[in-house]
């Protein structure tokens, strides 16, 4: 799929309320989404998805029979809709509630109530993960760039697998923490490094530390996605020698546009 449109997109809305199913579909509307059917409850959206596969999932968090984690844990483990996108839309503002949705891969976490901006911001996101838009760079070969992806949350590799594949990128190692990650670094060759920062062991600090005051690892690029929200940490990591950061969840095209800086 080479190029998309919102009005090419296929939403099931999962949301309890009447009139805010009402208004987020207004909303969906002006930003040029035609295509959308509604859920007010996990089961009644479990029953859709098998129905008609959708493109995206725009959920609200709680319902009168479990909660968006539920509804997300359900899609995440049955195989033929591991990797639908995902859009969490909820007033909580807790972020230990909402880490669990940032792990699990999801492209947009929105604000009751959230801005135009905000809407069209996860739409175009969304567009570009189900979309192909090949890395051009002048240095390096895509099809054989080589990366090690770090994250302790299984999911959210494969969302980023699966972002740098949409790139023309192709060969990747998985390390589920900077420990794992250091032993794979002592015995392969890579080209890029997209870790976490928050992970057991050693975290994405102390990999980056590691790598940039290794002899013959410290030019490696390293990219750090992360939901970390203290910013005495995120100072740190600027400081340590990562050459760009984005937050979980990201958008693809910002992803696309640090790594040809930084590639090239």
Do not use: C
């Amino acid at each position: 799929m080479a190029s998309l449109s919102a009005a090419q997109l296929n939403i099931l809305l999962v949301e309890p309320s009447p009139l805010q199913r009402k208004i987020i579909t207004q909303q969906l509307n002006a930003a040029g989404v035609l295509a959308i059917d509604s859920a007010d409850s996990v089961q009644a959206a479990t029953d859709s998805i098998n129905h008609i596969k959708p493109d995206l999932i725009v959920s609200a968090l709680h319902f009168p029979d479990g909660t968006a984690l539920d509804l997300l844990g359900w899609i995440r483990h049955t195989p033929e809709f591991a990797e639908l996108p995902f859009m969490l839309v909820s007033s909580e503002t807790r972020r230990q509630q909402l880490e669990t949705f940032k792990q699990s891969g999801v492209i947009a976490i929105l604000p009751k109530p959230f801005t135009h901006q905000n809407l069209s911001s996860a739409i175009a996101a969304t567009i570009d993960l189900l979309s192909s838009d090949e890395l051009s760079l002048e240095f390096y070969d895509t099809e054989t760039l080589r990366v090690l992806i770090v994250d302790d949350s299984r999911m959210a590799r494969k969302m980023i697998q699966r972002v740098l594949s949409n790139l023309g990128i192709n060969n990747f190692a998985q390390a589920a923490d900077g420990s794992e990650a250091i032993t794979m670094l002592e015995n392969e060759t890579f080209d890029l490094v997209v870790t976490d920062y928050n992970m057991p062991e050693v975290n994405g600090l102390e990999l980056t530390e590691y790598i940039r005051s290794h002899e013959t690892l410290s030019h490696l690029p390293i990219l750090m996605v992360t939901s970390e929200a203290n910013q005495t940490h995120l100072s740190n990591v600027a400081q340590s020698g990562v050459n760009a950061m984005v937050d979980k969840p990201f958008e693809p095209t910002l992803v696309k546009r640090l790594l040809q800086r930084m590639l090239d």
